[in-house]
Structures are given as C-alpha cells and as structure tokens.
C-alpha cells in the first residue's frame, strides 16, 4: 500500500501591526540607510523633494496593489493580478520574473549597504560579509515565517528610532539652516531631481512585498490593504525629515562621499555616537534584507504552486517555508553581490520595479471594465476611471526613460534568461 505524503501549508500568523511593520522595516532599510549618499550626490540640497516626489508616484500605485491585493489576496501577488486581468500566461510568467530579478538584486543592494556599516566598524571585505549575512538570514527564513516576523518587529523598531533620531538631531539640536539652501537645483537641473528620483524610488520598494505574503496574513483582503497604505505614509514622513536634517548637518558634498552617511551625520553631532547609528542601521539592513528574501521564497514559490516554475519551488517543509525556494533565492543573491557597485544594482532593481509596476496599474485598470471584479478596498476613482492606477501607469512608464542603455542591456538579459527558464520548463 502506497504510503499518504503529508503536505504542508503556509501558516497564517500576520496580524496588522506585525504586517505593518513589516511594510515598514522592508521600505527603511532599503533606502535611506543604504543609498541616501549616493541620491545626496544626484539631487543636491534638493534631495528632499527627490524623495517626495518618489512618494508620490509610490502612493499612486501602492493604492492599485491595496485594490487588487483585496481581491486577490496570494503569494506572487503580480504574477496573479496580470494573469487575472489579461490571462496571458507568458506576459504574467515575465511580470513575475521581473519581481523575482528585483528583489533578487535589491537584496544584493541592502546586503552590501550593511557591510558598508559593518566594514566601518570592524573592517573586512565587503563582498564576504554580504554574502555571509544571505546565509545566516536565509537559514532564518527556512526556519519559518513566526520567528522571522519577531526579528522583523524588532529590527523595525530599532531602525524607525534610528531615523527619528537622526530627524531629532537636525531639526531641533545641531543643524543651521540658513546656511542651507534648501531650493538649489544641482548643477544637472531639474532632470538631475528625476534621475535622483530613478534611484530613491528604491527606498520606498516594500510596500509592494506586503502583497506577497498575502497567504500568510490572517484576513488578509482587509489587513494587507490598510497595512499597505499605514506603510508608506509612516516611511515617507521620516524620509523627509531625514534627508532634510541630514543635508543641514552635514552638507550634500560630504553626505555623498561618505562611506556609512548617516552614521557620519550622527557623528558630526555627537562625538563618538557614529558607533551608536552604525550598529542600529545593521539592525535596519539585515531587517530588510530578510523581508526581501522571505518575499523571494514567495514569488517563486507562487509562480511555481500554478505551475509555471518547476515544482520542487513549491515544495512546503515542515516548519511551513518553501525550503527549496528559500535556498534557491539564497544562491541567486549571493551571485548579484558579486557585482558589488550598490548604486548600479539598485538601478536594475529600480528598472525591473518600474516595468512590473505600469503592468500592475494596467492590470487594475482592465480589471475595473471586467464582470465580476468586487473589490473590497477602491483606489481613488472618477465614476469607475481609476484616476491613480492610470497616473501610476504613465509616471512608471516615463520613468523608464531615466536608465542609461548599459542597463538597459543588463535588464534584458534577465528577461531573456527568464524566458528560456519558461519555454525549456513548459516543453518539458
């Protein structure tokens, strides 16, 4: 007699707050700790208004995936609401090969922001440490989604205070602000503001992820909408005031030539607190770097569970986790960090975000005009014209023109091998 194989579920174990801070952890560390020297290098004193302008286009499709994550609330969220709305299976496959490439090399990105700090404080190659915090955060991730969210709720709180005190500092303590032009163009204009815009759009990247942990989300048509939006609002108020205090403490020059910024900012103005900053923005980087993992695992696993990636990537163990595809992302990162410019990955991730979001606002839009489509959470509307997902679709679209052809070549190579992926899996 043939014996029954049990097969296991993801666990539900998400509520509000810890999904919320999750969307917060993940959208912090990405940016700001990591990549606020390089935008300061880009926009100048007018690195504030490069992160709210990034906001806004943030908001615009956060509020379509808060819809769409209401009516179709699963893991490779993208993957699902384009499939939903064209039923295309290649155009889907490519969506969801965009988020897995994206998150893939934000990742990457993080993990080499937090060897930077780590560097600073004990010295070491910068590759090896950022290959070695994959491993140790991928073995956390195949532990299971519990005992990740508890590292994610502490992690998210370190960080958050982290920034509000670095907010603190500059606006009431140590900045002289009328030094401080605050509304000088840098020497590239106002297309140096979009270029900035280009690459701090990575800082708000997160809210989307909220979405793909949707099955692990306790009555997550409801809860995955409201944590989305709590999110970005919480993540945008304290990159403004960030990136104003750290301007006045330390200048722009000196921001983008620094090594771990907001330490430095930190230092300025305390002696000997840049140890105290450095050590709460690994907290803040490893926090995300985890989320990006766990969202990784995820979108293969989903992909995988409809039958689009091989099988085995939707194998769930015991402890809950898809451990094939958690060690699968495991490798894949470890390979991006050997590019090791931080500023070039998080621009392919940035080109890949922008591509999969003018298809998710496109998916909403479609979805509007198609019977039986009952949301429970509406992006803001004129009748039944999604004014947002369509503003949404065109800023993604216009954005696409701020990438230089190297990445653009880079970023269609990665389609390339994800089409070869598809077609050599579905002949066989």
Not at 39 to 61: C, D, E, K, R, V
Not at 254 to 270: F, M, R
Not at 298 to 315: A, E, H, T
Request: glycine share 8%; with cysteine; proline share 2%.
């Amino acid at each position: 007699m043939k014996q029954k194989v049990k097969r296991y579920k993801l666990k539900r174990e998400l509520n509000l707050f810890t999904t919320t801070l999750y969307g917060v952890g993940i959208i912090l560390g990405a940016g700001i700790y990591a990549l606020i020297g390089v935008a300061a290098g880009i926009a100048g004193n007018m690195l504030w208004l490069a992160f709210l302008l990034s906001a806004i286009l943030a908001f615009f499709t956060g509020l379509s995936y808060a819809e769409l994550a209401s009516s179709y609330p699963k893991e490779a969220a993208e993957y699902n609401y384009t499939k939903k709305a064209f039923n295309n299976k290649n155009l889907s496959f490519i969506v969801g090969w965009l988020l897995i490439m994206a998150t893939i090399l934000a990742s990457a990105t993080v993990a080499l922001g937090f060897s930077g700090y780590l560097s600073n404080l004990i010295g070491g190659n910068i590759i090896i440490i950022a290959i070695i915090l994959i491993v140790l955060l991928s073995l956390l991730n195949y532990h299971g989604i519990k005992e990740s969210a508890t590292f994610n709720v502490v992690g998210s709180v370190i960080e958050a205070a982290g920034l509000v005190f670095v907010a603190l500092i500059g606006l009431y303590l140590f900045s002289d602000f009328s030094n401080v032009n605050f509304f000088e163009l840098p020497k590239t204009g106002f297309t140096g503001i979009l270029s900035a815009v280009a690459l701090i759009f990575f800082a708000y990247l997160g809210f989307e992820d909220i979405a793909n942990v949707s099955e692990e989300v306790k009555n997550a048509r409801k809860i995955v909408p409201k944590a989305l939006v709590f999110a970005l609002i919480i993540s945008t108020i304290l990159y403004m005031l960030v990136s104003i205090s750290s301007i006045g403490v330390l200048g722009w020059e000196a921001l983008s030539a620094s090594k771990a910024p907001l330490a430095d900012v930190v230092g300025k103005a305390i002696p000997n607190a840049s140890i105290l900053m450095s050590i709460i923005a690994l907290f803040a980087t490893s926090n995300t770097v985890l989320i990006l993992l766990i969202v990784g695992s995820r979108i293969l696993y989903g992909i995988s569970s409809q039958g689009d990636l091989p099988k085995f990537c939707s194998v769930i163990g015991k402890r809950g986790t898809p451990y094939y595809s958690v060690f699968i992302i495991m490798a894949l990162v470890s390979l991006a960090i050997l590019i090791g410019n931080i500023g070039r990955i998080a621009m392919l991730t940035d080109l890949s975000i922008f591509m999969a979001f003018f298809f998710v606002n496109a998916s909403l839009i479609k979805l509007r005009y198609s019977k039986g489509y009952k949301p429970k959470f509406k992006s803001p509307s004129i009748g039944n014209f999604p004014i947002l997902a369509v503003l949404g679709a065109l800023s993604s679209l216009y954005m696409l023109f701020h990438f230089n052809k190297e990445e653009w070549l880079m970023e269609l190579g990665f389609v390339i091998v994800g089409l070869i992926v598809f077609y050599l899996f579905k002949k066989k």
